[in-house]
């Protein structure tokens, strides 16, 4: 393995109070409203608020952006400066390359805004997080007992992850319909086109094109619950592959007969995070944080994947996982919601 090191960024979701317990736990008792105004308002920099063990050796770190979720979404040229001080901070504390998580890549246009940077690689996770997402949905798929209908949604296919997936998808016709749902139309046809007939497909852009499918696989940039009980069919099952989250507890209580299945979530049994964490337990991560991990541990230099990855990217990070097959980097036993499926009484197979 390369003795090279990584940071991860990351920053509060959308309840802001829970993950800045994240670092801290009596943070978590600062009411929410305090953390909203002062993430806003005042100058905060970006820290190194953990550290990364993998096979028991210091590889990397997480380096905390202090700006919500919302605040990316709605402030985004503050929010890409804020991004642009923590890689900064990344580069002056030993980072050979940086991975953007959740909406850090979002506001960098997928870290195309860093492109320019000679002294520290990145990558914004989305090739390997596309392929995790789609062996996540194949195996989901295959293991419908008595529900043969493979009819699937990709909720933000016109984005960087969505689109990669629906390509994949529909490479070898592992589906029998694709619904293509996004806000662009026009980037929505576009994405038919190159699919090119492979599959029968559809587009639209809201989310009543749910409604038909067996397999819903969400991949917006949003800070927001976006899926409601009415959209889905009876025994849908979805895989929220987003963070923040498009999906709430509350949905499984209004429609116990769906699966919900966190999507994009890595196996590295060794790996430990020092200091602090970020929403997972240790051995498990985001497959945006693992594709830093592989590139770092297998001596890659310069930038990755910037913007929308290619299908020759994430056939890279599949066979870099493979190299490191003995770490790891294997999708995770799916859970929902952080618990086991077998916990929520789901038929799914394990």
């Not at 190194?48 to 990316?72: C, E, F, K, N, W």
């Not at 230099?301 to 890279?316: D, R």
Request: charged share 20%; aromatic share 4%.
């Amino acid at each position: 393995m390369s003795d090279a090191s990584f940071a991860f960024l990351v920053h509060p979701r959308t309840r802001l109070a829970p993950d800045m317990g994240l670092i801290w736990a009596p943070l978590a008792r600062v009411p929410e409203r305090y953390y909203d105004l002062a993430l806003r308002r005042l100058p905060l920099r970006p820290f190194t608020m953990a550290g990364v063990q993998i096979d028991s050796r210091r590889v990397g770190r997480i380096v905390m952006v202090p700006y919500g979720a919302r605040h990316l979404l709605e402030e985004p040229v503050a929010g890409r400066a804020r991004v642009h001080r923590a890689v900064d901070v990344a580069a002056r504390t030993g980072a050979d390359i940086v991975g953007l998580g959740a909406l850090t890549a979002t506001v960098t246009r997928g870290g195309s805004s860093l492109s320019g940077r000679a002294d520290v690689g990145v990558t914004n996770g989305n090739a390997f997080t596309a392929a995790i997402v789609d062996t996540q949905a194949r195996q989901l798929l295959d293991d419908r007992p008595g529900a043969p209908g493979r009819r699937v949604a990709v909720v933000g296919a016109s984005g960087s992850v969505g689109s990669a997936v629906s390509e994949l998808l529909a490479a070898d016709a592992a589906v029998d319909h694709l619904s293509l749902i996004a806000r662009s139309r026009p980037r929505l046809e576009a994405l038919a086109d190159r699919i090119g007939g492979r599959v029968p497909t559809s587009i639209g852009t809201d989310l009543t094109g749910l409604a038909d499918a067996d397999l819903i696989i969400l991949l917006t940039a949003s800070a927001d619950a976006l899926v409601r009980p009415e959209h889905l069919a009876p025994g849908a099952v979805v895989l929220d592959a987003t963070q923040p989250r498009n999906t709430a507890p509350d949905l499984l209580v209004a429609r116990p007969d769906v699966t919900i299945v966190d999507g994009g979530i890595v196996s590295i049994p060794s790996l430990r995070l020092t200091g602090g964490d970020i929403g997972l337990p240790n051995g498990r991560a985001y497959a945006c944080f693992a594709e830093t991990a592989l590139l770092s541990l297998t001596g890659h230099t310069g930038h990755f994947c910037l913007g929308v990855p290619t299908l020759e990217q994430v056939a890279h990070t599949r066979a870099l996982a493979a190299d490191l097959a003995h770490l790891g980097f294997t999708p995770a036993v799916p859970t929902s919601f952080g618990r086991p499926l077998a916990a929520t009484g789901t038929k799914v197979a394990a």
